[in-house]
C-alpha cells in the first residue's frame, strides 16, 4: 500500500488550517479537531485513515482499469492536478468543467473526435488546400478545444471515479457525478458539505502545499494499482504462452506416435 499516511507530513504541508469559523458546514463537525484565533483546525488523525481509506478504493479501480477523473479549476490547484495526474495517466480538467461533462458524455466525445479530425486533415494534406481565413478558425478551434478538452482526450467511456478539490468550487461535476452514480473522492474543507462525497479526505483545501501532499499520496496508490494490473496481464500472458506450449508439445508427441 502506498506508504504510510505521515501525520507530521500532513502537518508540515499545512492540511489542518481549515476556514473561518464563521464559514463552517457544521456537517464537518466530526473531522474537527479544534479552534484556534478564529480558525477550524482539522483532525490529522481522521485525515489520515480517510486518506488510507480512499487509497485502498482508488487502488481497486486503478488495477480494474477503469480511469479516474481529476477535477480542479482553483488556481493554486490546477499545476499541481495536471503533473499529478499525468503522472499516473489519468485524465483530469483544470480549465472550466464543460456543463455536460458526465452527463451528455457522447457530445463531449464528438468534440474530441472533432480535434483528432483536424490533427488528421492536417497530416493527409486538406489542411493546405484551405484559404488563409479557413485555416485561422480551425486552428483557433483546436486551441480551444485542446485547453477545454486535451486532458480527457483518452478517456473513450465514462470515467470509474472522480477525484475533486473543492467540492463547493466544482459543485456541477458533483451533481453529475451523483446522477451517474459515480463515485466521488474529495478534498473536503471546513466549509464544504461532506455527504455529498463517498470519499471524504478532510483537508485543506486551499493552499498548493496541502494539496500538493495528499495528491502526492493519492497517485502513489494509483500508481500501485496500474503496476499490478500491469503484473497482473504479464503473468495471464506468460500462462497463456505457456499453455500453447504444452499443447503443441503434447500434440507434436501424438503425432510421432
Do not use: C
Request: proline share 3%.
Amino acid at each position: 500500500m502506498a506508504n504510510n499516511i505521515e501525520v507530521k507530513d500532513l502537518l508540515d504541508a499545512g492540511v489542518h488550517f481549515g476556514h473561518l469559523t464563521r464559514k463552517w458546514n457544521p456537517n464537518m463537525a466530526p473531522y474537527i479537531y479544534m479552534e484556534r484565533n478564529g480558525i477550524h483546525v482539522i483532525n490529522l488523525y481522521k485525515t489520515a485513515a480517510k486518506i488510507e481509506e480512499a487509497n485502498e478504493a482508488l487502488k481497486k479501480i486503478a488495477v480494474s482499469g477503469r480511469k479516474i477523473l481529476f477535477v480542479a479549476t482553483k488556481k493554486q490547484a490546477k499545476d499541481i492536478v495536471a503533473d499529478k495526474a499525468s503522472n499516473v495517466n489519468m485524465p483530469y480538467i483544470t480549465e472550466r468543467w464543460p456543463g455536460g461533462m458526465l452527463t451528455n458524455f457522447v457530445t463531449i466525445r464528438k468534440a474530441v473526435k472533432k480535434m483528432a479530425s483536424i490533427d488528421r486533415m492536417k497530416k493527409d494534406g486538406t489542411f493546405d488546400s484551405l484559404s488563409k481565413k479557413e485555416k485561422l478558425q480551425i486552428d483557433r478551434l483546436r486551441a480551444k478545444l485542446e485547453k477545454n478538452l486535451g486532458s480527457i482526450s483518452d478517456m473513450t467511456r465514462l470515467p470509474g471515479a472522480l477525484f475533486i478539490i473543492d467540492t463547493m468550487r466544482e459543485h456541477i461535476a458533483v451533481k453529475e457525478a451523483q446522477k451517474l452514480n459515480i463515485p466521488i473522492f474529495a478534498m473536503v474543507d471546513t466549509n464544504s458539505d461532506p455527504r455529498e462525497v463517498d470519499y471524504v479526505i478532510p483537508s485543506n483545501d486551499d493552499a498548493s502545499k496541502s494539496i500538493e501532499k495528499v495528491l502526492a499520496y493519492v497517485t502513489e496508490a494509483i500508481g500501485e494499482g496500474l503496476a499490478e494490473r500491469k503484473a497482473e496481464k504479464e503473468e495471464k500472458k506468460t500462462e497463456k504462452e505457456e499453455a500453447t506450449v504444452a499443447t503443441e508439445t503434447a500434440a507434436t508427441a501424438t503425432e510421432k506416435k
